[in-house]
């Protein structure tokens, strides 16, 4: 079945970039997604790729997307504090389908 | 504004009981979802459905069931109460477009004893 690996966590000081990683299997996923999680609160998009780009930037973030290899990033510039949180990677194929999601990377932004 | 709850937020509950968590959203989204989310497994599919009278198991529905009697609501019920079901609960919807961004409600924390 499908699969999503991620590494667990992350720790970096204010001011520098994060970069999460993630592994799929499915070569039939459509979309990728990261998701965020703050404390004691439910999951939230906060970004999303398909399956046919390489990259996307989004202010802060980029994602980059290797598809022969199935590896996803999420690279965060300039990390604050309050971009402390659980990020899931998800994959899915768009539509009337379910998402995979990996286990959650915790990152942690020191000051 | 749109949005999704879940009750209760916190339930404590003894093993073998019957327990049946909420789950309302008024995005007027087709589809809903259950998840568990346990500690060195990240999020899995319990329940889901594509819209009312429909549903659907997921990886781990073994224990639970759901009904889709109208579009806001997914009840999820535990049928006998175990302790490993003790994880906290999320709910989700999303429509049937493309990228199917999931909106996820705040969780609902159990415990079995």
């Known amino acids: 079945g499908e699969d999503v690996e991620q590494s667990l966590f992350l720790s970096v000081r204010e001011g520098d970039s994060s970069v999460i990683n993630c592994t799929y299997t499915?070569?039939?996923?459509?979309?990728l997604y990261w998701y965020k999680q703050e404390p004691g609160a439910g999951l939230q998009l906060l970004t999303y790729?398909?399956?046919?780009?390489d990259m996307k930037q989004d202010q802060r973030l980029t994602v980059l997307l290797n598809k022969k290899d199935k590896h996803l990033s999420l690279r965060i510039a300039d990390t604050q504090t309050g971009d402390s949180a659980i990020y899931f990677c998800?994959?899915?194929?768009?539509?009337?389908?379910?998402?995979?999601f990996g286990k959650g990377t915790m990152l942690l932004v020191s000051p | 504004d749109a949005e999704i709850t879940q009750s209760p937020r916190h339930k404590i509950t003894e093993t073998g009981r019957q327990v049946t968590l909420a789950c309302h959203q008024t995005?007027?989204?087709?589809?809903m979802f259950w998840y568990r989310q346990d500690l060195g497994h990240g999020l899995r599919l319990i329940h889901y459905?594509?819209?009312?009278?429909?549903?659907n198991k997921g990886e781990v529905s073994d224990g639970y069931s759901v009904s889709r009697s109208n579009t806001e609501d997914l009840p999820l019920t535990l049928e006998s109460a175990a302790s490993s079901q003790t994880s906290v609960y999320f709910c989700?919807?999303?429509?049937?477009?493309?990228?199917?961004?999931?909106?996820f409600g705040p969780g609902t924390r159990l415990t079995v004893l």
């Open positions: 790729i398909f399956s046919n780009m």
């Open positions: 989700a919807s999303s429509t049937s477009s493309v990228p199917d961004e999931q909106f």
């Open positions: 499915d070569s039939s996923s459509t979309y």
């Open positions: 998800a994959e899915g194929e768009g539509g009337y389908s379910t998402l995979t």
């Open positions: 459905s594509y819209g009312v009278q429909d549903t």
């Open positions: 995005w007027n989204h087709n589809n």
